[in-house]
């Protein structure tokens, strides 16, 4: 079974700590939100959970390998900006992981495809970036990332960049594709609501140096639907997450 386990992670640049003891765990099929205030360390534990920056301590270990400082090895990981190769196609940005490890065109070809049909984008296979608005663009960076099949896929604000309106529709089109594939996610976000709305289970994190202010299950089954925003419930939740994280801040 998919497991991801991260273990007294710890993290400072030039002497100020962002990262202290900082461990958690997301199992098969589970999508975790990190939530909380921007510049708290959520964006760095999800870099170094991808090898991209390294930890001054601790350990990451996914399907019972350690992988710690090391990138690629079932990632996949959505930024903020779709960061596509401007000089490739929808369709070739999207087969580009693929290409890196090593399969064949014609069959990393036919898998792109097959996720870019995923996401809404049939048609424009042959669109160059610079084509697209902002929430395609997005699209084909979810493509991407799905296309290589990862046991983890790490989101880092996915969505933060996009009006509410794309953000919404992106938000279920996320939600449909995540149904479909189950893979493991870890999603950075510091909307309270987007993470209620997506997640299974939501880690708030604190001001800087982060630590987990609180765990919360979200309790809602899927199917998710709009009309959830407006229960009572997630009402109630919603104010709980903020009078927890701005008493932080004012701590």
Known sequence: MAHLNVS??????????????QSLEVQEGEFVALLGPSGCGKSTLLQIIN???????GTVVLDGKDITGKTGAGRGMVFQGA???????????????LEV??????????????????????????????QLSGGMQQRVGIARAFCIRPSLLLMDEPFGA????????LQDELVRIW????????????GIEEALYLADRILVFSKRPAHVLRELVVPYERPRHESMKLDPLFLQLRREISDLLRHDMNA
């Open 8 to 21: 007294s992670i710890c993290k400072s640049f030039e002497n100020t700590p962002v990262l202290l003891d």
């Open 51 to 57: 090898g991209l920056v390294p930890a001054d301590r």
């Open 83 to 97: 960061d596509l190769f401007p000089w490739r196609t929808a369709l070739e940005n999207v087969a580009f992981g």
């Open 101 to 130: 490890m090593g399969v064949g065109k014609s069959e990393r070809l036919k898998q792109a495809s097959h996720y870019l049909n995923l996401v809404g984008l049939r048609g424009f296979e042959n669109a160059w970036p610079h």
């Open 162 to 169: 996009l009006d509410v309106q794309t953000r919404d529709v």
């Open 179 to 190: 149904e479909a594939e189950r893979k493991m996610v870890l999603f950075v976000t510091h």
